[in-house]
């Protein structure tokens, strides 16, 4: 299973960005999905994560109300909409595939992307 994120870019704060993720063979079909993100120095962070085949969601309370995860399952892609940016959002963020256990902890996911970075300045 490959998961591939994209969509990253150097935007100015208040701007927005659209992230997507896709995997091959049709890997996310009927899988949650989340995403997470790193800043350099630091841990690698949660912040949203969607169930199948949509409906539920959760996020980050850092990232509510500015992120929005959805789906589209005709083609197998998760998106997070990232509005209202702001500079402490800068980081890579990376897609992942749902195993087992809390949604909101990286261990819970066995497959990740490669990441796409995300620049916000102020």
């Known amino acids: 299973v490959q998961l591939q994120a994209s969509g990253g870019g150097l935007v100015q704060a208040g701007e927005s960005l659209r992230l997507s993720c896709v995997a091959s063979?049709?890997?996310?079909?009927?899988?949650?999905v989340g995403w997470f993100r790193q800043a350099p120095g630091k841990e690698r962070d949660f912040v949203a994560w969607?169930?199948?085949?949509?409906?539920?969601?959760g996020y980050a309370d850092s990232v509510k109300g500015r992120f929005t995860i959805s789906r589209d399952n005709e083609k197998d892609t998760v998106f997070l909409q990232m509005n209202s940016l702001k500079p402490e959002d800068t980081a890579v963020y990376y897609c992942?595939?749902?195993?087992?256990?809390?949604?909101?902890?990286?261990?819970?996911?066995?497959?990740w992307g490669q990441g796409t970075q995300v620049t916000v300045s102020s």
């Open positions: 063979g049709r890997s996310l079909s009927r899988y949650f």
């Open positions: 969607i169930g199948w085949p949509g409906s539920n969601t």
């Open positions: 992942a595939r749902y195993l087992s256990g809390n949604t909101f902890r990286s261990s819970s996911y066995n497959y």
